[in-house]
C-alpha cells in the first residue's frame, strides 16, 4: 500500500508540474494579455464604468432585489455565490504560503496574474450568459461546457473537438469539486477551529493516529458532522438558498477581515514603504531580498505568485461561471463586469490586506525571509496576535479561525453547486437523478474532509484544478473574437449611445426575447 502511494504521488506530481508550471500558468497569462489587449484594456479605460455598474449599484433594487424567476438569482447574489467560492483558505493561508515559497515578490506577480485576470474572468462571463440555457426545470445552465460544445465546436471541424474538451472541464470540475472545492475546505476548518477552540474532553480522545503522526480526535469527527448537517441543509435546498446565505455571510466576512487587516497595517504603518519595497524588489531580485536565506528562483517566484493568485480569484479556471451564468441579467457584457470585480474584490484587495498584514508585523523578517512559524495558516494568526492579544488570550488566533470557517464554508457552498452543474451537462437527460446523487455524496465527503491526515488528495485536487483551467483556456481563446465583438456592440450602445442590434445569445429565440425586453424596459 506504501509503495502505491508513493507511486501516486511520483504520478500526480509529474502532471501537476505540467498541468501548472509548464503550460498553465504561462497559457494563463497570456490568454489574459490576448482578451485584455483585444478588449482595449477594457478594465482601465473603462474603469468608472465598470465600477459603477458593479460596487457602485450594490443598492439599486434592479442589481440586489431577488428575483423571482427559479432560473435566475439576482446579480448580487451571482456574485456573492461566486466570491463564496473564491473567497477561501486561499485567501489566508495561500497568500503565506506564497510568500513563504516564493517570497514577498510572489504579490507582485499575484497582481499582475489578477490584472489580466480581470478580462480572463470577464470573457468568461461573457461567453457563460451568451452561450447559457435553460434545463428541464426552468434553471439558467451556463458554463465552460457549453461554451466549448457550442462556441468551439461550432468552427468547421471542430464539434468533437469541443464536446471531447467540454467533457475533460465536467468530469475534472466534479473531481475537484469533491477535494479543493469539499474535503480540503473541510479540514482547514476543522484543524484551525478545534485547535484554536480547544475542548480538552474531546480533543484528548484519539480516535486513530497515521502513520506521518497525525491525529484524528472524537472533536473533529463530531465538528465534522455538524459542518455535514449545516451543509446539507443549504445544499441540499439548491442554489436559491446558497445564494441566501452567501449574500448574508459574504459581504460581512470580507469586510471584517479587511478591518481587522487595516488595524495591523495602521498600526504598522512606518513598516508599510519596507513591505512594499519588498515586493517589488523580490519580485525580480529575489536573492537579494532574501539574504542569508538563500532566496528562490526568479521563475518559481512567477509561478507561485500566479499560481496562488488563480487558486485565490480562479480567473481561467472556469468554475466561476457556472453560478454567474444564473445572473437575472440579459447583457453578457454587464454579468462579466462582475467578474471583473469579483477578481478585483478577491485579490487586489482582500489578499493585498493578508499580504501586508504579514509583511508589516514582523511575522517574517524581511531581509532574512525567515518566518515565526514554519505553517502558512497559522502565520496569519501570528500577525494578528501581535496585534489583538490580551495577555496570554490570543484572540487573533481565534479571529483567524473564524475567518477561515467562514470563507471555507461559503466556498463548500459555491463548488457544491459547481458540480451539480457540472453533473448536469454529463448525465444529460437523466441529470435531475444524477444531481441528486452527487448531492448526498457531495455532503457525505464532509466527514472524510474532518478525519483526513494525508495531503495527497488535496494535491491530486490541484491537479484537477489546472486540469479543468486547460481547456476552458482554449474555449477563451478560440471564442475571443466572439468577446471582442460582443464587447464592443456594449461599448457602442450603452457607453457611446450608438444604436445598433445587440448580441445577447447564441439561441436566436433568447436574443430576440432578451432584445425585446431591452427595448421595452431600458433592464440591461
Known amino acids: 500500500m506504501q509503495t502505491f502511494i508513493e507511486n501516486l504521488t511520483s504520478v500526480n506530481d509529474s502532471i501537476n508540474t505540467v498541468v501548472w508550471t509548464k503550460i498553465g500558468v504561462w497559457l494563463l497569462i497570456a490568454v489574459g494579455v490576448i482578451m485584455t489587449t483585444l478588449t482595449g484594456f477594457f478594465q482601465v479605460t473603462h474603469i468608472g464604468h465598470w465600477m459603477k455598474k458593479t ?36 485567501n489566508i493561508a495561500g497568500v503565506a504560503a506564497a510568500i513563504m515559497s516564493g517570497g514577498p515578490g510572489a504579490v507582485f506577480w499575484m497582481w499582475i496574474a ?101 491525529s484524528v480526535t472524537l472533536y473533529m469527527l463530531i465538528f465534522g458532522i455538524i459542518l455535514m448537517i449545516l451543509v446539507g441543509i443549504i445544499v441540499i435546498g439548491g442554489l436559491q438558498r446558497i ?103 478577491d485579490t487586489i484587495v482582500v489578499c493585498t490586506m493578508t499580504a501586508l498584514t504579514i509583511l508589516t508585523s514582523g511575522v517574517i523578517d524581511l531581509s532574512t525571509g525567515i518566518a515565526v512559524t514554519d505553517s502558512d495558516s497559522t502565520l496569519v494568526a501570528e500577525a494578528f496576535n501581535t496585534v489583538f492579544r490580551i495577555g496570554n488570550l490570543e484572540i487573533g488566533r481565534y479571529f483567524i479561525a473564524i475567518a477561515i470557517l467562514l470563507f471555507s464554508f461559503t466556498t463548500v457552498l459555491g463548488w457544491s453547486h459547481y458540480g451539480s452543474k457540472a453533473i448536469e451537462y454529463l448525465a444529460g437527460a437523466k441529470s435531475q437523478k444524477a444531481v441528486k446523487i452527487y448531492k448526498v455524496i457531495f455532503v457525505l465527503m464532509i466527514i472524510s474532509g474532518a478525519v483526513l491526515t494525508s495531503s495527497l488528495a ?18 477563451v481563446i478560440s471564442l475571443a473574437p466572439l468577446v471582442r465583438k460582443i464587447t464592443r456592440s456594449y461599448v457602442n450602445r450603452r457607453i457611446k449611445g450608438i444604436k445598433e442590434e445587440p448580441l445577447l445569445s447564441f439561441f436566436p429565440e433568447i436574443n430576440e426575447q432578451n432584445a425585446k425586453k431591452i427595448a421595452e424596459t431600458g433592464e440591461d
Open 243 to 345: 445564494a441566501v446565505v452567501a449574500e448574508k455571510i459574504v459581504p460581512f466576512m470580507v469586510v471584517a477581515f479587511i478591518l481587522g487587516s487595516l488595524v495591523i497595517i495602521l498600526k504598522n504603518f512606518t513598516h508599510i514603504g519596507g513591505a512594499f519595497a519588498a515586493i517589488f524588489s523580490s519580485a525580480f531580485t529575489p536573492k537579494a531580498a532574501w539574504g542569508a536565506a538563500g532566496g528562490v528562483a526568479l521563475k518559481q517566484v512567477i509561478t507561485m505568485g500566479c499560481k496562488r493568485g488563480v487558486f485565490s480569484n480562479e480567473a481561467g479556471l472556469g468554475s466561476s461561471v457556472m453560478v454567474h451564468s444564473n445572473s437575472n441579467v440579459v447583457e453578457p457584457v454587464k454579468q462579466g463586469l462582475w467578474g471583473i470585480f469579483e477578481v478585483f474584490a
Open 114 to 214: 489578477a490584472f489580466f485576470g480581470m478580462m480572463t474572468n470577464f470573457s468568461e462571463n461573457v461567453l457563460g450568459i451568451y452561450f447559457r440555457r435553460k434545463n428541464k426545470d426552468g434553471e439558467w445552465s451556463g458554463g465552460a461546457m457549453y461554451y466549448l460544445e457550442d462556441g468551439l465546436g461550432g468552427y468547421g471541424g471542430m464539434k468533437g473537438v469541443g464536446r471531447v474538451l467540454a467533457v475533460i472541464f465536467a468530469v475534472c470540475a466534479v473531481l475537484a469539486s469533491f477535494g479543493i472545492g469539499n474535503m480540503g475546505q473541510i479540514n482547514k476548518i476543522v484543524v484551525n477551529f478545534t485547535s484554536a477552540f480547544d475542548i480538552k474532553p474531546l480533543s484528548e480522545h484519539i480516535l486513530y493516529t497515521s502513520a506521518n503522526g497525525s
Open 55 to 90: 460596487v457602485g449599484s450594490i443598492f439599486d433594487s434592479k442589481v440586489k432585489g431577488h428575483t423571482g424567476e427559479k432560473a435566475s438569482i439576482s446579480q448580487f447574489q451571482a456574485l456573492c455565490t461566486a466570491l463564496a467560492a473564491t473567497v477561501g483558505v486561499g
Open 458 to 475: 488535496w494535491d491530486i485536487s490541484d491537479t484537477f484544478n489546472g486540469m479543468m483551467m486547460i481547456p476552458n483556456l482554449i474555449g
